[in-house]
């Protein structure tokens, strides 16, 4: 093996490790990012649902009733 060859071979596999590293630390963020929208996510949550049980015990959903339609009553011939 030449020199030329070692120095490229030894180039390859610094190469790879930098990517494997970066590979890793992309996955580290990539995970705090995820964590993070959960957790967020989990709070708003709670608080729009504390906020729904709230308004329904102050002023209970009353649901409107309705009018029914009356058909013109047919006329006999």
Same mark, same amino acid.
């Given at each position: %093996? $030449?020199?030329? =060859?070692?120095? =490229?071979?030894?180039? /390859?596999?610094? #190469?790879?490790? +930098? /990517? #494997? ?5 992309? %996955? $580290? +963020?990539?995970? *705090? =990012? &995820? /964590? *993070?929208?959960? +957790? ?5 949550? &709670?608080?729009?649902? *504390? *906020?729904?049980? #709230?308004? #329904? ?5 009353? /649901? @409107?009733?309705? @009018?029914?339609? !009356?058909?013109?009553? !047919?006329? +006999?011939?």
């Amino acid at each position: %093996m $030449t020199l030329d =060859q070692a120095r =490229q071979r030894a180039e /390859r596999n610094f #190469q790879k490790e +930098e /990517r #494997q590293l970066d590979a890793r630390k992309a %996955m $580290t +963020e990539y995970d *705090a =990012q &995820a /964590r *993070a929208t959960r +957790e967020k996510t989990a709070r708003l949550k &709670a608080l729009r649902l *504390a *906020a729904e049980a #709230q308004a #329904q015990t102050e002023n209970p959903v009353e /649901r @409107p009733t309705k @009018p029914t339609k !009356r058909r013109p009553a !047919r006329r +006999e011939k």
